[in-house]
């Protein structure tokens, strides 16, 4: 079952000649496009997380707003970047996020690409431990995310609560049932997607892939997908996975937008 989604960025800009010229422009206008396209059938609203730039930053609140709003669009990221992640933090604000939109959070997320600001991460509060890499945090931070996911409990709980307490030790609230089904891994490399498959992520092929091979992006991109299909299978989960490709389009919808960007009519990767 094919479906198509809008992926956006959030850029704003106080120019003058920009429609979306702060923060509060660009979640409002949010909110109001994801409302416009369910009312379209677009099966998809998706946000691109970039930290220290003028564009979408703090994921759940838009998210949570947009579920609040509509009732049938997926709503989504694609990605976080788990180098700047609190786990436990974003378990919780992601399970708020999914109750309140009624399940239909389908959140992405990854390494991060290059930021605005040299290992960002680190102003966060996160470093990678000595020998390991930046990439390395990113998935562990990814692999204790996927765990608290599943509701299990795993704190000792006080024997003197200011709150009684449920039998046995506590979890993380709120919880979510279903969410971590729905848990998507931005890939750039085929290792990497077989890594994700094996952990029971979905897939996220998109134009920041690797260059592995030479050749065309579309041929790689369908390798990648066919190297995370057999993981998936190798890995024995009972459940059928979701993959997303993605393409950045300009929509030419008046003379001004044929006469800058319409002089190049081939479809090309």
């Known amino acids: 079952m094919k479906k198509i989604g809008f992926l956006s960025f959030g850029h704003w800009s106080p120019s003058p000649h920009s429609e979306t010229r702060s923060a509060a422009d660009f979640l409002h206008q949010s909110i109001d496009l994801a409302v416009a396209a369910e009312e379209l059938g677009v099966d998809g609203a998706y946000f ?11 994921p759940f609140p838009l998210l949570s707003a947009i579920g609040a709003r509509t009732s049938k669009i997926e709503i989504g990221t694609g990605v976080i970047d788990m180098r700047y ?26 390494r991060g690409s290059p930021e605005q600001v040299i290992e960002g991460w680190r102003y966060f509060g996160y470093a990678p431990a000595d020998g390991e890499t930046d990439a390395d945090m990113a ?7 996927l765990k608290l996911l599943e509701g299990e409990g795993f704190a000792q709980p006080n024997p003197r609560p200011m709150f009684s307490n449920p039998p046995g030790l506590l979890r993380l609230e709120p919880h979510s049932e279903g969410l971590r089904d729905r848990i998507w891994w931005g890939s750039s490399s085929n290792a990497t ?3 994700a498959a ?3 992520m979905n897939l996220q092929s998109s134009t920041l892939k690797d260059d592995e091979t030479g050749e065309p992006l579309h041929v790689q991109q369908r390798k990648q997908i066919e190297a995370y299909r057999e993981a998936w299978t190798e890995a024995g989960h009972e459940w059928e996975p979701r993959v997303s490709v993605s393409r950045s389009i300009f929509a030419l919808t008046n003379d001004q937008d044929r006469a800058y960007f319409g ?4 479809s090309r990767d």
Not at 139 to 145: K, P, S
Not at 263 to 266: M, P, S, T
């Open 85 to 110: 992640e609190n786990p436990l933090y974003m378990v919780e604000d992601a399970g708020a996020a999914d109750l309140i939109s009624g399940g239909r959070l389908q959140l992405g997320i990854s």
């Open 193 to 195: 997607s077989v890594w």
């Open 139 to 145: 998935r562990q931070h990814t692999e204790v995310f």
């Open 48 to 58: 691109r997380v970039h930290h220290f730039a003028r564009q979408a930053a703090s």
């Open 198 to 200: 094996k952990l029971g």
């Open 263 to 266: 002089g190049d009519r081939n």
